[in-house]
T-cell receptor, first 110, second 112 residues
Framework: TQLLEQSPQFLSIQEGENLTVYCNSS?????LQWYRQEPGEGPVLLVT?????EVKKLKRLTFQFGDARKDSSLHITAAQPGDTGLYLC??????????FGTGTRLTIIP | EAQVTQNPRYLITVTGKKLTVTCSQN?????MSWYRQDPGLGLRQIYY???????DKGDVPEGYKVSRKEKRNFPLILESPSPNQTSLYFC???????????FGPGTRLTVL
């Protein structure tokens, strides 16, 4: 059973556009991480959110943790080709292992 | 430089021929994991280790073995590979299960 569903699964947009990807669950998580994976490499952590309603910004990327800590979103402003990659969310419940989402494959067209 | 290394990066083999994928980390992490990544299924944990000589099954352990004789190394063993084990494999290390996972570069395995 996949506890974390990400949408959309694939997204292809023009450079300069804005986009939002979603990570949804019916379970409550104590924290949620977002990773980016580039071709030929392993996932790399972008951010961790731990408080319901928390918003974190990383340059043009804005991450939000839902008030109920069941969902999260990643918004990218003015997307650039360097943003291309697979975006993975991962939820933690207490001291249990991370549960990874299904991933959103993002392509930014120059 | 803090890193997780895996070898080989690419491997093509035939059904039934035993193989080992090595993993090593230099961050003194106690927790290490193996994942497989398949399209549409995300990352699924195969095995994990909380410390030396302590290993346990993840979500998809069938057909795999691991060992943790030293803190830095966590090899993945496929004793009799089958085509359904064709996948992209990642080793990861961390200071604990819910914390930031540091991933290796991946091993793309094809079993014919």
């Amino acid at each position: 059973t996949q506890l974390l569903e990400q949408s959309p699964q694939f997204l292809s947009i023009q450079e300069g556009e804005n986009l939002t990807v979603y990570c949804n669950s019916s379970s409550v998580f104590s924290s949620l991480q977002w990773y980016r994976q580039e071709p030929g490499e392993g996932p790399v952590l972008l951010v961790t959110v731990v408080t319901g309603g928390e918003v974190k910004k990383l340059k043009r990327l804005t991450f939000q943790f839902g008030d109920a800590r069941k969902d999260s979103s990643l918004h990218i402003t003015a997307a650039q080709p360097g943003d291309t990659g697979l975006y993975l969310c991962a939820g933690a419940r207490g001291n249990e292992k991370l549960t990874f989402g299904t991933g959103t494959r993002l392509t930014i067209i120059p | 430089e803090a890193q997780v290394t895996q070898n080989p990066r690419y491997l093509i083999t035939v059904t039934g021929k035993k193989l080992t994928v090595t993993c090593s980390q230099n961050m003194n992490h106690e927790y290490m994991s193996w994942y497989r990544q398949d399209p549409g299924l995300g990352l699924r944990q195969i095995y994990y280790s909380m410390n030396v000589e302590v290993t346990d099954k993840g979500d998809v352990p069938e057909g795999y073995k691991v060992s943790r004789k030293e803190k830095r190394n966590f090899p993945l063993i496929l004793e009799s590979p089958s085509p359904n084990q064709t996948s992209l494999y990642f080793c990861a290390s961390s200071r604990g299960p819910p914390y930031t996972q540091y991933f290796g570069p991946g091993t793309r395995l094809t079993v014919l």
